[in-house]
T-cell receptor, first 114, second 110 residues
């Protein structure tokens, strides 16, 4: 199957700082990538859909100014959590669509904001 | 509103004890139903895609089936390494989004 690499795997930061998470499709080009958030023992909640070369589409209730998404190339999307606060602590997962096929997921990033 | 409900929330099985996980869904036109496996602290790993009622797919000890209202993931003679959370998701027509259920946490004991 296709490979989606997500970095970092975990990050601890101080409240008020910004954190960038990268999502790369290693062996295919992804015109569309998705960012999810997952709380313990809960399901994946879609935050935004990222299309290469255009602005991301955010789900209702997700602050676009807080969660900045950039999809600058067909193999890279980034999520920046700006001015992070403890309530932003969560597991963030990206996924990429290969053509019209199934989604492939990254390994996730555990964010802890102190 | 598109919705996915999985049951049970948690399932404990003895090694070799077969069982089924349920995924009930409502969607405005089904484009596809997906099953994923997720290990703790990891991203979901793709298992199956089902597109139409009556379709079945198998992989090792797992078999997924689909009706117009629900999907089942049958686990035959499970092993401890099958322990994981199994997620179901649906994709409606004319959308790229996947709507996930809350998952079934499966534990298989030797």
């Amino acid at each position: 199957g296709a490979v989606v690499s997500q970095h970092p795997s975990w990050v601890i930061c101080k409240s008020g700082t910004s954190v960038k998470i990268e999502c790369r499709s290693l062996d295919f080009q992804a015109t569309t990538m998705f960012w999810y958030r997952q709380f313990p023992k809960q399901s994946l909640m879609l935050m935004a859909t990222s299309n290469e070369g255009s602005k991301a589409t955010y789900e209702q209730g997700v602050e676009k100014d807080k969660f900045l998404i950039n999809h600058a190339s067909l193999t890279l999307s980034t999520l920046t959590v700006t001015s992070a606060h403890p309530e932003d602590s969560s597991f963030y997962i990206c996924s990429a669509r290969k053509g019209n096929e199934k989604l492939f997921f990254g390994s996730g990033t555990q964010l802890s904001v102190l | 509103e598109d919705q996915v409900t999985q049951s049970p929330e948690a399932l404990r099985l003895q090694e070799g004890e077969s069982s089924s996980l349920n995924c009930s869904y409502t969607v405005s036109g089904l484009r596809g139903l997906f099953w994923y496996r997720q290990d703790p602290g990891k991203g979901p790993e793709f298992l199956f895609t089902l597109y139409s009622a009556g379709e079945e797919k198998e992989k090792e000890r797992l078999k997924a089936t689909l009706t117009k209202k629900e999907s089942f993931l049958h686990i035959t003679a499970p092993k401890p390494e099958d322990s994981a959370t199994y997620l179901c998701a649906v994709q409606a027509v004319n959308t790229d989004k996947l709507i996930f259920g809350t998952g079934t946490r499966l534990q298989v004991f030797p």
